[in-house]
Each structure stands twice: as C-alpha cells, then as structure tokens.
C-alpha cells in the first residue's frame, strides 16, 4: 500500500474527463487500495477520486462515516436524482482553503461496478450522496470552484494562486 500526492488546482488533469475502466484488473484494485490509504492519510477527507492522485480513469473511494463505510466504486454513474436541492459548504483536497457553496440533490442512486466487477447499485441521502456528487464531479473534469458565479470564480482563482505561489 502506498500514499499518493494530491495534485492540486489548477493541473490540467483535474480538468479532464476521466477513461471508462473497461477490464478491471490488479493494476485496479492495487490502485483503489492505494486510493483508500491516501484518503485515511487525511483525517477529513471523506472520498478521492483518481484525477486527484493523477489519473484519469473512473474510479473513486468513499467513507462518510456512517454505516455505508468504505466505497469503492469503478465507472460510477448517477442513475437518478431526487428531493429539493440542498446548499452546504464543501471543500476539497484539489483546493486547500477553499470552501463553496455547493447546491445537490438530496438522494441519489448510482449504478458502478465493484472490484470484482459486479454490477451494483447504491441508493444514497444526506452526506453520502453528497460526496459521491462531488466525487463523480471529479471523474468530469469538474470541481466546487465551477458551482461559484463567473465573477466570485475568477476572483478566488486569483486570491488562490497568490496564495500558493507563496506556500
Ligand atoms: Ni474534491
């Protein structure tokens, strides 16, 4: 097992649309293991998806600490969407010191495949399906940053690379 490095904003992969996994084999699983331990790595890192450890391929952890627990997921696809749209702030590894305003639907089912590569479904509410929103948002190239208006986006970008060109 191994901890990987964040990329963080604004490297050109997070922008990318991550590859559809079509065989799932150990070069996979050994790589969502890694994934996991670099999310643990984080004490409040909730989920990761590949983009964020330089890969642009359909895979994302998740552990919202409730009952669901650990998440692994290939190819995840939200199915359906459902409820009144929730605001709540949200950060993001990619983006240290950054927090949105992020509007989601409530519930959500997702269609993906496991490890083995079973078909599954996970029908998700509340945090859950919030981080797996944020972290499908990951697989197409999208990040918090996009749900701000044009104006408050650029002046964050800014502030953001003054910010860590210092760091
Ligand atoms: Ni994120």
Redesign the pocket.
């Known amino acids: 097992m191994a901890v990987y490095d964040i990329v963080k904003y604004p490297a050109v992969i997070l922008r990318k649309k991550a590859k559809t996994v079509k065989d799932i084999s150990s070069y996979q699983r050994e790589f969502l293991d890694n994934m996991v331990e670099t999310m643990y790595n984080d004490e409040v890192t909730v989920?990761?998806?590949a983009q964020?450890v330089n890969l642009d391929t359909k895979l994302i952890v998740i552990d919202a600490r409730d009952e669901k627990g650990l998440i692994k997921l290939i190819n995840p696809v939200i199915k359906h969407r459902e409820g009144r749209l929730v605001v709540m702030e949200?950060?993001?590894?990619?983006?240290p010191g950054v927090t949105v305003n992020v509007i989601r639907s409530p519930k959500v089912v997702i269609e993906a495949k496991n490890e083995r590569g079973q078909p599954i479904n996970i029908e998700a509410e509340g945090f859950l399906a919030r981080v797996l929103q944020?972290?499908i948002?990951?697989l197409n190239g999208k990040?918090?940053i996009d749900y701000l208006n044009p104006a408050k986006k650029a002046l964050l970008a800014i502030s953001y690379r003054l910010k860590n060109k210092s760091a």
Not at 90 to 95: A, N, T, Y
């Open positions: 989920g990761l998806a964020q949200e950060g993001c590894m990619s983006l944020h972290e948002d990951h990040l918090i």
